[in-house]
């Protein structure tokens, strides 16, 4: 099966964390500032981010009322994806098994105009499990939606239809850990970029990927900017 060219871009501390207080010791700031203009600079057809990092970078939480819409109910399994005609070729991809998030425009709206995230075009990635009424909210705001799975998202079956039916060859997958880990035991991340602020994180932090397989790499690159580290490896197989 065909699939995006995946690039798992990240801020991580000293010791390959990736979520907690250390994001936000001023020693980070820099290490954020490069990571934001890496994902303005690399070629991609958008970003893959988890139910958890959408939440906390663009939803906050919101969630429609359901209760007005209609179920789009299915006969058949698997379940037809839906897909809009304005295809922008630029995307916001969710991996929502349970559809919970809720989107209040089908672009993300980025608080600071960030080109790299600003107007990209949301789509949501499902498992069957899916409140029906949520379908019939996600058609309302014409948000594209794909189904990989019954109970639970196949990546690679979701790479293989965002690459069949959006187009997309080469995708960032920007967290959290535990959608890392995900595409880490699917074998589907071809290329790391991190950018590593000078610190260590607290007992709390998660990994790059949490529950982790062993993967092989070839370190391609590597700087120092103003103290902090920014790497780059591609799998050796690749
Ligand atoms: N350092 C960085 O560069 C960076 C970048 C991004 C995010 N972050 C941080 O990462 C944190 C969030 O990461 P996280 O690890 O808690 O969550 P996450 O990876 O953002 O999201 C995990 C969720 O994704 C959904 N999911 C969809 N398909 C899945 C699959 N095949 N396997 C597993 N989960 C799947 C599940 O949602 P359901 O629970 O609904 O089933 C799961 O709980 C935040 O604190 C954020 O600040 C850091």
Not at 153 to 170: F, M, P, Q, W, Y
Not at 224 to 234: A, D, F, P, Q, R
Request: with cysteine; glycine share 8%.
């Amino acid at each position: 099966m065909s699939r995006p060219y995946i690039i798992c871009h990240m801020v991580t501390s000293i010791d390959g964390k990736v979520t907690g207080d250390f994001l936000f010791l001023p020693e980070c700031a820099k290490a954020t500032e490069i990571y934001y203009r890496l994902n303005r600079e690399m070629p991609s057809d958008g970003f893959i981010c988890g139910r958890v990092t959408m939440e906390g970078s663009f939803t906050g939480g919101w969630y429609p009322n359901l209760g007005p819409y209609v179920p789009v109910s299915y006969e058949e399994s698997p379940k037809t994806d839906y897909i809009v005609d304005n295809l922008s070729g630029f995307y916001a991809i969710a991996f929502d098994t349970h559809g919970k998030l809720g989107w209040q425009s089908n672009r993300i709206v980025d608080p600071d105009g960030d080109p790299g995230y600003d107007g990209a075009q949301i789509v949501e990635v499902l498992s069957e499990q899916v409140d029906e009424r949520y379908l019939a909210y996600l058609r309302s705001m014409e948000i594209p939606y794909i189904f990989a799975g019954r109970d639970a998202i196949d990546v690679e079956l979701a790479l293989s239809k965002l690459n069949r039916l959006l187009g997309c060859h080469t995708l960032l997958l920007e967290g959290g850990s535990i959608i890392n880990g995900a595409f880490a035991r699917a074998d589907a991340i071809d290329e790391i970029s991190l950018v590593t602020a000078p610190v260590v994180a607290d007992k709390d932090s998660k990994p790059l990927f949490m529950d982790s397989v062993l993967m092989d790499f070839t370190l391609t690159w590597a700087e120092n900017e103003s103290g902090t580290l920014i790497s780059n490896y591609k799998k050796r197989d690749v």
